[in-house]
């Protein structure tokens, strides 16, 4: 399984970015798939997560009605669409995914994940 994030990069606080997360030897659509984000020195924090299942979509709080994920199953891709970006926003944004089921009061734990991507870096300028 491979992971290939993309679509960060600097941008000032109040603007948007788009994330993709290309993957190849899994199939998003029937996969838990999740977007994470870690900065140095702290662990890696729940952004966003996906259940297969029904397509619903859940947040953390403090990205809650500025980000919203979404996948396109015909390109196997996952996307991370971030507004009103603000400076706390900067991190590197992981990918995750896993082929079994994660409950869903455990899909905003690192550890339900079992393959990630390599990461791509958002940073926000104040």
């Known amino acids: 399984v491979q992971l290939q994030a993309s679509g960060g990069g600097l941008v000032q606080a109040g603007g948007s970015l788009k994330l993709s997360c290309a993957a190849s030897?899994?199939?998003?659509?029937?996969?838990?798939m999740g977007w994470f984000r870690q900065t140095a020195g702290k662990e890696r924090e729940f952004v966003a997560a996906i259940d297969p299942w029904n397509g619903s979509t859940r947040y953390a709080d403090s990205v809650k009605g500025r980000f919203t994920m979404s996948r396109d199953n015909a390109k196997n891709t996952l996307y991370l669409q971030m507004v009103s970006l603000k400076p706390e926003d900067t991190a590197i944004y992981y990918c995750?995914?896993?082929?079994?089921?994660?409950?869903?009061?455990?899909?905003?734990?690192?550890?339900?994940?079992?393959?990630w991507g390599q990461g791509t870096l958002v940073t926000v300028s104040s």
């Open positions: 030897g899994c199939t998003i659509s029937r996969d838990n």
């Open positions: 995750a995914g896993r082929n079994r089921r994660i409950i869903t009061s455990a899909m905003s734990r690192a550890g339900s994940y079992s393959y």
